[in-house]
């Protein structure tokens, strides 16, 4: 334990409040700083998104042997209804035609983070209705 402790004392106070504004940006605020970061900066993150991702998926390590409950709901494909399947993704996400879109078109994409089994179960049914597929991790 004490290794631990010094590994994450070494984190100065900046890195660590915004490393823990980045973990807990909405998917549309993480897509909105991956553009920011793009066009103003020439940053472009692996996969439009990864540094999100990155981080969502190094918080969880510590707590492998626990029952997991709390899922992220992944788009993986759209098969060929990707009309129906951004609508659906639009109602889930709250966002616009043209972002669902993006998200839709860019798959992989995670639509939710960090939500139940049963919203995440839920929001699966919903998008494989449309005709699409989708991964909860």
């Known amino acids: 334990m004490s290794d631990e402790a010094t590994a994450v004392a070494e984190f100065s106070a900046e890195a660590k409040e915004m490393g823990d504004k980045i973990a807990e940006l909405t998917l549309k605020q993480a897509k909105e700083l991956s553009d920011y970061l793009k066009e103003v900066h020439g940053i ?6 990864g540094v999100v991702m990155a981080a969502a998926a190094g918080d969880g390590g510590g707590e492998a042997a626990a029952e997991q409950t709390e899922f992220d709901v992944v788009l993986t494909g759209f098969g060929d209804k990707k009309l129906n399947v951004v609508k659906v993704v639009k109602n889930l996400t709250g966002a616009s035609l043209m972002e669902a879109k993006k998200m839709v078109e860019g798959v992989p994409a995670t639509l939710k983070e960090a939500v139940s089994k049963e919203e995440a179960e839920k929001v699966k049914a919903e998008i494989e209705e449309a005709g699409g ?3 909860l991790k």
């Open 133 to 135: 597929s989708v991964e």
């Open 44 to 49: 472009e993150p692996a996969a439009g998104g």
